[in-house]
């Protein structure tokens, strides 16, 4: 790739994100289902940057044809992001291991320690999220090479601490022992030239990555983007521990009033005896999966699911990949040199 600005300052800071990640530009385009299929994933790595296949709950078999495709596509590194709640989970783990990935994410929930060494046996680095702190230090202690912090500002599933508090209780603690990348929020590059003075090793991005011309949702599904504002990407609540839901971050429409409709149900029936707690939580992500593809790719914005962070609000423009990430760097270089000259 052809530079359009110069990284001198950047790359002083993210070298150990490019390092880990194999690339010039240690910006992650977030896993988001139905979303990040080889086409965008190739795009944002044939751009200098970095992006993970989302595994959702695919077969395995077509987790294999997804990763060939990206091949077919790029012959830089990549990812997959595995859920670790996903019924077809070790399949995917299996799948994952034997493609000989640079790099393999673990999302949804902590993964078990075995599991960490069975993807690093595979020669893949292991990223994990980390929600909390304690969480943070348990995978690294486990052996995992880099750690994603999320913020409940991040758009789809997340987790329940805001982005600057898990900045100061495992940015500022861990950076100096492993690389740690950002997400939740981000939109701009001056944003992500603090986060990288901060001590992060790079950033993950998601939103901004949806208003692309190259991302295949629907036009629909960016229009309402394109409306929104920040306020208007709102969690969705939990009503009862009986019913862990992990909160999901969402544009609010009718599809988030039928969630909290459909949570009151599934309780109904739990208090019947007539539904289990496993059956309940896989009623819950089929109901999320169904409204993403609904929104994303059918373009029914009304009841569908409308993923989204309170990123969106600064994201009402569609640009190219190329451009997207353009602006990401020049900016963060032209706001690190303003930076030096006010020290």
């Not at 992650?28 to 994933?41: I, R």
């Not at 595979?122 to 486990?142: E, W």
């Not at 990407?233 to 009718?254: E, G, M, W």
């Not at 909290?260 to 999320?288: N, Y």
Request: net charge negative.
């Amino acid at each position: 790739m052809q530079k359009t600005c110069k990284t001198t300052l950047l790359d002083k800071l993210w070298k150990r994100g490019q390092d880990l990640l194999g690339v010039q530009f240690p910006i992650m385009c977030g896993a988001m289902t139905w979303v990040s299929d080889p086409n965008l994933v190739s795009k944002v790595c044939n751009e200098g940057a970095f992006a993970s296949l989302a595994c959702g709950n695919m077969a395995g078999v077509e987790l294999e044809r997804q990763i060939q495709s990206t091949r077919n596509l790029t012959d830089k590194p990549f990812a997959v992001n595995l859920i670790t709640v996903s019924p077809n989970y070790k399949a995917h783990l299996d799948v994952a291991v034997n493609a000989n990935l640079r790099v393999i994410i673990f999302a949804g929930s902590l993964p078990k320690e075995q599991e960490i060494d069975k993807a690093k046996a595979s020669g893949a680095k292991v990223l994990v999220f980390a929600s909390t702190d304690a969480l943070a230090k348990r995978m690294i202690n486990h052996g995992v090479d880099g750690l994603i912090l999320e913020g409940m500002e991040a758009g789809g599933h997340i987790g329940p601490v805001a982005g600057p508090i898990l900045w100061q209780q495992i940015l500022f603690e861990y950076s100096e022992t492993i690389p740690i990348f950002i997400a939740g929020g981000i939109a701009r590059g001056k944003m992500m030239a603090h986060l990288l003075l901060m001590g992060a090793a790079g950033i993950q991005i998601g939103t901004r990555f949806i208003m692309t011309s190259e991302c295949v949702v629907h036009d629909a599904f960016k229009a309402a983007f394109q409306k929104a504002q920040a306020r208007d990407a709102v969690a969705t609540p939990q009503f009862d521990s009986r019913l862990p839901v992990i909160a999901v971050r969402a544009l609010k429409n009718k599809g988030t009033i039928e969630f909290s409709k459909l949570q009151l149900e599934i309780l109904s029936e739990l208090d019947d005896g007539t539904i289990d707690r496993e059956t309940a939580q896989r009623k819950v992500e089929e109901f999320w999966i169904g409204g993403l593809y609904r929104a994303a790719i059918q373009g029914n914005v009304e009841s569908g699911s409308l993923m989204a962070g309170q990123a969106v609000g600064l994201a009402d423009e569609i640009k190219t990949v190329k451009e997207v990430l353009d602006e990401l760097v020049c900016d963060a270089e032209q706001e690190l040199e303003l930076t030096l000259k006010k020290l």
